[in-house]
Nanobody
Framework: QVQLVESGGGLVQAGGSLRLSCLAS????????MAWFRQAPEKEREFVAT????????YYADSVKDRFTISRDNAKTTVYLQMNSLQPGDTAVYYC???????????????????????WGQGTQVTVSS
C-alpha cells in the first residue's frame, strides 16, 4: 500500500522559514517524479514544485521561485520542500504527490496539473502570519 506522509508544517511569521518533508512507502521511490502542491482556503489546489527521479531536474511555480527549494533523498524515500522568505500568501495546506514514470522526468515535463499524479498525501498546514 502506497503511503505519502507529510510533516513539518506549522505557524511562522512572515519572512521566516519552514522545511516540509514527505516520507514515501510502498513504492519504488526512485522511479517516481515527486511534487508539492498547495491549497489555500476557498482556492483550487495549485502546483508548487516538482523534481525528477534523482533530483537533477526541478521546476517551480513562478510564485515560489527563488524562495522555495525542492529536493529528495532516495535512500530515505523522502522529498523535501525548503521554504524561505515565507509570506502570508503562502498560507495553505501543502500536499506531496507522486507520479510513476518510465524515465527520469517522464514523458511530460514539468507536470503541473494535479490530475497527472497518482498518489497523494494527506497534507500539512502551513500558516504564515503578518
Amino acid at each position: 500500500q502506497v503511503q505519502l506522509v507529510e510533516s513539518g508544517g506549522g505557524l511562522v511569521q512572515a519572512g521566516g522559514s519552514l522545511r516540509l518533508s514527505c516520507l514515501a512507502s510502498g513504492l519504488t521511490f526512485n522511479r517516481y517524479v515527486m511534487a508539492w502542491f498547495r491549497q489555500a482556503p476557498e482556492k483550487e489546489r495549485e502546483f508548487v514544485a516538482t523534481i525528477s527521479w534523482a533530483g537533477s531536474s526541478t521546476y517551480y511555480a513562478d510564485s515560489v521561485k527563488d524562495r522555495f527549494t525542492i529536493s529528495r533523498d532516495n535512500a530515505k524515500t523522502t522529498v523535501y520542500l525548503q521554504m524561505n522568505s515565507l509570506q502570508p500568501g503562502d498560507t495553505a495546506v501543502y500536499y506531496c504527490a507522486a507520479k510513476v514514470t518510465a524515465t527520469a522526468r517522464g514523458s511530460t515535463w514539468p507536470r503541473m496539473r494535479d490530475r497527472e499524479y497518482d498518489e497523494w498525501g494527506q497534507g500539512t498546514q502551513v500558516t504564515v502570519s503578518s
